[in-house]
C-alpha cells in the first residue's frame, strides 16, 4: 500500500475548501433572507389589488421581520458585506419606501385623484432619501460609538408600519375617518417628514436587557405573542403606537448622551503635551 507523500498539504486544501464553503453559505443565507423580504413587499402589492387588505398589511409585517433577522444573521456569521449593506438598501426602498404607500394608495388616497399619488411619490421619495442618507452615514468614521444606539429619523421598516397604522386600525374597528384621504393624506406627509427629519430615535438593534429586567421582559414577550395570535389587529397597531411613543424619550435620551460628551474632557493634543524633562 502506497503512503501519500503529502498528506498535511492535501488535508490543508480540504480545509480551505469546507472554509470558502462555509463562508459562502454564511454570505448566502443573509442575502436569501432579504431577497425573501424583497418578495413579500411586492407580493403585498398585488394582494392590495385584489383588495385583500388584510393578506398585504401580514406581508409587509413579514418583510419587516425579514429585514430584522438578515442583519442579526449576517452579524452572527462573520459580519456584513458591502454587497449586503447594499441590496439590504434597495430591498428596504421597495419593500418599506413603494409597497405600503401603494397599499394604502389602493384603500385610501386613489380617491383623491392626483393629489392623492402625489402624496404616495413623496412618502417613496422620502423613504429613499433617508436610507441613502443612512448609507451614508454609517460609513463616518467620526462618529462617537454611543450613536449608534439611535437612527437620524424614523427608520424605514417603522415608517411603514406607521404609515400603514389607519390601514391597520380600520381592520378592527369601523371609523369612517380612517379611510377618508383627508386624514390619510396629512398622516402620510406627517410620516415621510418623520423618516427624512434630524429626530433621533432609538436603534434597537443594540438594546441589551438589564439582568434584573429579563424576567419582566420575557413576561412581557409572551403577552405580546399571546394578543398577536388573539388578536393580531390590535396587537400590530399597538406595538406601532407604542413606537410612536419612544420618539420623545429617544430624544431626550440623545440629547443627554450630548451633554455629557459635551462635559467630558477631552484629551489633549500631542502637540499641547509638553516634553519630559530629563532626569
Same mark, same amino acid.
Given at each position: 500500500m502506497a503512503l501519500d507523500p503529502y498528506p498535511r498539504r492535501r488535508r490543508g486544501r480540504a480545509r480551505r475548501r469546507a472554509h470558502i464553503q462555509r463562508d459562502a453559505i454564511n454570505r448566502l443565507l443573509p442575502n436569501a433572507l432579504t431577497m425573501l423580504g424583497l418578495c413579500a413587499g411586492l407580493t403585498a402589492v398585488r394582494f392590495g389589488?385584489?383588495?385583500?387588505?388584510?393578506?398585504?398589511?401580514?406581508? &409587509?409585517?413579514?418583510?419587516?421581520?425579514?429585514?430584522?433577522l438578515d442583519g442579526r444573521m449576517a452579524r452572527l456569521m462573520g459580519g456584513p458585506t458591502e454587497f449586503g449593506g447594499q441590496l439590504d438598501s434597495l430591498v428596504d426602498a421597495i419593500? +418599506?419606501?413603494v409597497a405600503p404607500?401603494?397599499?394604502?394608495?389602493?384603500?385610501?388616497?386613489?380617491?383623491?385623484?392626483?393629489?392623492?399619488?402625489? &402624496?404616495?411619490? &413623496? +412618502?417613496?421619495?422620502?423613504?429613499?432619501?433617508?436610507l441613502a442618507r443612512f448609507n451614508v452615514a454609517s460609513a463616518d468614521p467620526d462618529l462617537p460609538a454611543w450613536a449608534g444606539s439611535?437612527?437620524?429619523?424614523?427608520?424605514?421598516p417603522a415608517g411603514a408600519g406607521l404609515v400603514l397604522l389607519p390601514l391597520i386600525l380600520s381592520l378592527q374597528?369601523?371609523?369612517?375617518?380612517?379611510?377618508?384621504?383627508?386624514f390619510t393624506g396629512p398622516w402620510t406627509l406627517l410620516v415621510a417628514m418623520l423618516m427624512i427629519s434630524r429626530i433621533p430615535t432609538y436603534s434597537f438593534k443594540r438594546l441589551r436587557v438589564p439582568q434584573g429586567m429579563v424576567r419582566p421582559a420575557m413576561a412581557g414577550i409572551a403577552a405580546l405573542a399571546a394578543i398577536a395570535i388573539t388578536e393580531p389587529w390590535i396587537g400590530l397597531s399597538g406595538l406601532i403606537i407604542v413606537?410612536?411613543?419612544t420618539i420623545p424619550f429617544s430624544v431626550r435620551s440623545f440629547r443627554r448622551r450630548q451633554n455629557e460628551e459635551a462635559a467630558a474632557p477631552s484629551p489633549p493634543d500631542e502637540d499641547e503635551i509638553p516634553p519630559e524633562e530629563p532626569t
Open positions: 389589488l385584489e383588495g385583500n387588505w388584510k393578506a398585504g398589511v401580514l406581508l &409587509i409585517a413579514a418583510a419587516a421581520l425579514l429585514d430584522t419593500a +418599506f419606501g404607500v401603494l397599499l394604502v394608495y389602493l384603500w385610501s388616497l386613489g380617491s383623491a385623484g392626483g393629489i392623492g399619488w402625489v &402624496i404616495a411619490l &413623496i +412618502f417613496a421619495v422620502c423613504c429613499v432619501l433617508r439611535f437612527f437620524s429619523g424614523v427608520p424605514a374597528v369601523d371609523w369612517a375617518l380612517l379611510h377618508s384621504p383627508l413606537y410612536g411613543t
